[in-house]
Nanobody
Framework: QVQLVESGGGLVQPGGSLRLSCAAS????????MGWYRQPPGKQRELVAS???????NYADSMEDRFTISRDNAKNTLFLQMNNLKPEDTAVYYC???????????WGQGTQVTVSS
């Protein structure tokens, strides 16, 4: 049974930083593409950043200069470092993993990020 648990969200002032974590359990981390998505209030879920099957990173436009995706394979954990946060970054952030072998996809429960003064 695969489970993804996000943490690290919260309330931060504009210009601040947060580091999100996504801990994976079950048989998936070493054989998956993975990434972070977000869903702003009243909007659709959108890609923030991801690792491809080849291990390279992919970022949505305008996020690569402020956000960094990384992973710790030994701890089965995916990270998203977010710097210089802006009010428009306010959203629920989700991690997502898809097992390459059978294309089974899994979502975490989401973590709220609110950027406000």
């Amino acid at each position: 049974q695969v489970q993804l648990v996000e943490s690290g969200g919260g309330l931060v002032q504009p210009g601040g930083s947060l580091r999100l974590s996504c801990a994976a359990s079950g048989s998936i981390f070493g054989t998956a593409v993975m990434g972070w998505y977000r869903q702003p209030p009243g909007k659709q879920r959108e890609l923030v950043a991801s690792f491809t099957s080849g291990g390279s990173t992919n970022y949505a436009d305008s996020m690569e200069d402020r956000f960094t995706i990384s992973r710790d394979n030994a701890k089965n954990t995916l990270f998203l470092q977010m710097n210089n946060l802006k009010p428009e970054d306010t959203a629920v952030y989700y991690c997502y993993m898809r097992r390459i072998s059978d294309s089974s996809g899994y979502w975490g429960q989401g973590t709220q990020v609110t950027v406000s003064s």
